[in-house]
């Protein structure tokens, strides 16, 4: 492990899904990943804990949500994520987790931006299966390759950054 820090183990995946159902709006990136891959680490990222997933618990993959943890834990995790991430990530979550992260990971990585008060907005409604606008359609999996540079330029208007640069761009076209 890193600043002991360690991958979560395969025995504590029931622990893991008990983090993830306790704050389902913020882990929901991170309970995609596990509900396709478990606890294993992979492509999709990996599960990072300092002390078990009981009391700590972070996930990297295309970008840093630490889940839980006290202070010590999460200044610990960014030690560890500077170790196993492939470059500066987008870190985002709960304030105080990021702000706890961010106090070490910020000796590793220039913050392009720090958005302290970012909102997440929930829909609690029905979502519309129809088309947003007359002749908007969603694309076709045939069409990955004409809508890949769009995403990709959003992505870099918004954030800043090469999406292609983490993991060879496979998180991103993922």
Do not use: K
Not at 150 to 172: I, S, T
């Amino acid at each position: 492990g890193t600043d002991g820090c360690r991958a979560v183990r395969p025995g504590e995946a029931r622990a893991v899904a008990e983090v993830l159902a306790g704050d389902p709006l913020v882990a929901c990136p991170s309970a995609e990943a596990f509900a396709r891959t478990g606890v294993r680490p992979g492509p999709e990222g990996r599960f990072l804990t300092h002390g078990g997933p009981g009391r700590s618990l972070l996930f990297v993959g295309n970008s840093v949500l630490p889940l839980r943890g006290g202070r010590d834990d999460l200044r610990a995790f960014g030690h560890a994520v500077a170790d196993v991430a492939a470059g500066p990530l987008s870190v985002h979550g709960r304030r105080e987790y990021v702000a706890a992260v961010w106090d070490t990971l910020g000796d590793y990585w220039d913050a392009r931006e720090i958005r302290d008060r970012q909102v997440l907005m929930v829909d609690r409604g029905r979502a519309s299966v129809g088309p947003a606008h007359p002749g908007v359609r969603p694309a076709a999996l045939g069409e990955f390759d004409l809508v890949l540079p769009a995403a990709a330029a959003m992505y870099r208007e918004e954030l800043g950054a090469d999406p292609f640069e983490v993991g060879g761009g496979v998180p991103f076209r993922r």
